[in-house]
């Protein structure tokens, strides 16, 4: 709820105080509460007391009066005669001498004398004057409660009662209040029927009325304390006896406590006042003390924010308590956290077995400079790879390789102080650059070579290092430092793969790689869904001038990338493993595609193109021969010689299967590699294919024509047909067809095409062939050659 600690101690503090005044407070008031009921509670008992004996001397007053008056010879005389203006004179002047409210005579046959017998209830009042000598009480007449004595009339037998009443009204409570020590208020309550009446309007006379029933149902003589009107009242109810057995009367005495309260209330606002100005008292203590107290914590809670951000911070220390104390332990703490946070820094951003920068920090500098070059210029950075470091560090041991990769670092900030170098790997070391072009990063770099690769001593022993150099650079919002040192490692493998000592990033070479990220996934799905396909080149019989056979050349129609290139898809199957469902396809289209030209009367050979992954691969083998022979096929499978050299053993037992199950192997791209003429003997083929880059630039006289020859004077002492790829001029097929050479094909026949189309080709094929193969001239341009 509270967020300061000097808030919450001035709540704390006040309001312990406010409670605990609030405690005496309370008990103070229920002490003097209860002091003061008790005192109300003894008056009210003492004017009850009073009460009585005024009722008795009061009453003892009336009986004297109506003896008196029933016992005169004279009066019962004229009651006797029914002498009524005697009787009436003579209640009339003892009335006024007692100072009677009523007084009247009933006699036995109910007449009434001296009182309109209207205002009574004589029937009422004639049964109980009848059922009790001398009988008196509270009796209603008119609606007023009245107290009643009475005297039987004897002349000589009973012939009447005198009867003296005396109102219970306002006046008389108020004599009687007067009497008490306490200005109580009095009122006499009669049951009429099933309800207390009484005169007094500041009573409430149904609440009042039911605590009556109650005390007098349970003889309840003690004042007991009743709520009315939302204040406490202590009541005394006093029973009185009534005229007539249904009759029921009581006196009730009552007094407001909040009277007996009011003496008490300066007491209570002394109190409240008190309370109050020690509550402010305290809260202004418990806040100074506080505030002395939450000071330093909040010093300290600063310090602790501000050390958290990596600040060097330090808390003054002002007292020599527990919050000194903990000052001091806090700067302490803090000394601690700086110094294992500068080593740990230091390990975060520096290899552990060089001392050199490592890749974060290189990285996070990179990113400074990038955020800071100026429009126009670059960050340069170069990755140099020390060669051949695994022979190094095969000769040398571990130990000795990292420190010659740190001393090749001390050297490099040597001879070109203020250089930021890192280690990047185990044997690429990274520059970050003072200059801000690339070239001029190469020229300074060739520059260095002389004074950078002099051998190292490492271990007592001199190491000749030679360092190969990549370079990257960018601008502004180009890329990120990550990117940048992958370029700049993609340099350093060009360069080594150019063979050069420095190579700066070259785009175009390296292409997008991510775009091949799902290239086989993708293949695979273009298998399912038709986008690979078969395209088709002819080739030609040079002695005959048919047709006699296609090469079967896979095609991609890449759905989004449109026409792929086969030797990016087919490179990367090789490399992936996939080479293995590619091929499988490509047979098995291939078949199909021969049926359908069998079906058109087109007997042609299809050559395959078979992966050297593939050619020890004895699963494919065995799948291969039997899918040719369940098809009856006539198929040529391609291969490149040096698929044969990796694993010859096995490949060439696989190519001798093939020949035994009639299927023929022609040796591709001969001459584009390291042939071999002792593979060459050995491996049964039928056909040698002459790699186009012979053909292409083939013309008489030319030593690649040398070549050629020489080649197919080769292949068919070796009792093998000679092709040759890439014939694209009329002059190249001519020097073929001259030079003995079986089957020409390139561009000159016809380009690669779709089966429907190569089935309008065949039907429609006729060419002249250049040279007479029949007669002489074919000897001597062979022999011219």
Known sequence: MFHRL?????????????LALSLVAVAVYLAIAGNAQQAVRQELAASGTVFD???ALRTQRLQDGADLLSRDFGFRAAVATHDVPTVESAISNLRRRMGLDLAFIVGMDGDVVGVDASQLDVEKLWTALDAQDGAQGVFVVNGAPYQVISAPIMAPTL??????????????MLALERLSAIALDAQVFDRR?????????????DLMGAHVEKALR?????????KTGGQGNLVLVKPLKALGQDGAAALVLRYPMAQAMAPYRPLFAAVVIAGLIGAILVAAGSWALSRGLARPIAALDDAARRLQRGEDVRVEVQTQDEIGRLAESFNLMAAEIRGREATMIRQALHDEETGLANRRALEREITARLAQVAPGRQVVIGALGLDRFAAVRSAIGYELATALIAKIGERLVTISPGLMVGRLTTSILCVISLVDDADKAVLRIEDLIPALEPPVLVGGELVDIHMTHGVAAAGRDEMDAARLIERALIALDQARAAHRKVMVFDAVAYGDPAANLSLMSEMLDGVRTGALFLNHQPKLDLRTGKITGVEALVRWNH?????MRPDLFVEMAEETGHIRALTDFVLT???ADQKQLRAAGQDLLMSINISGRLIDDADFADRAI?????????VCFEITETAVIGNPDVALGVLERFDAAGIQVSIDDYGSGLSSLAYLKQIRADELKIDKAFVLSLQAGSKDALLVKSTVDLAHSLGMKVTAEGVETREALAVLQLMGCDIAQGYRIARPMALDALTTFLDGWSIELPADVEGGALKQASSAI
């Open 589 to 591: 289209q291939a078949i």
């Open 159 to 172: 012939t009447s009662w005198i009867v003296f009443a005396a109102k219970l009204d306002n006046t008389e």
């Open 218 to 226: 349970d003889k309840i003589r003690e004042p007991s304390l009743l």
């Open 6 to 18: 000097q808030t919450k101690l001035t709540v704390l503090y006040a309001g312990l105080f406010a």
């Open 626 to 634: 039997e899918q040719v022979a369940r098809e009856g096929a006539r």
């Open 559 to 563: 759905p989004t990338r449109g026409m």
């Open 193 to 205: 029927g099933s309800r207390w009446i009484t005169d007094n309007a500041g009573f409430d006379p």
């Open 53 to 55: 004996r005024v009722w």
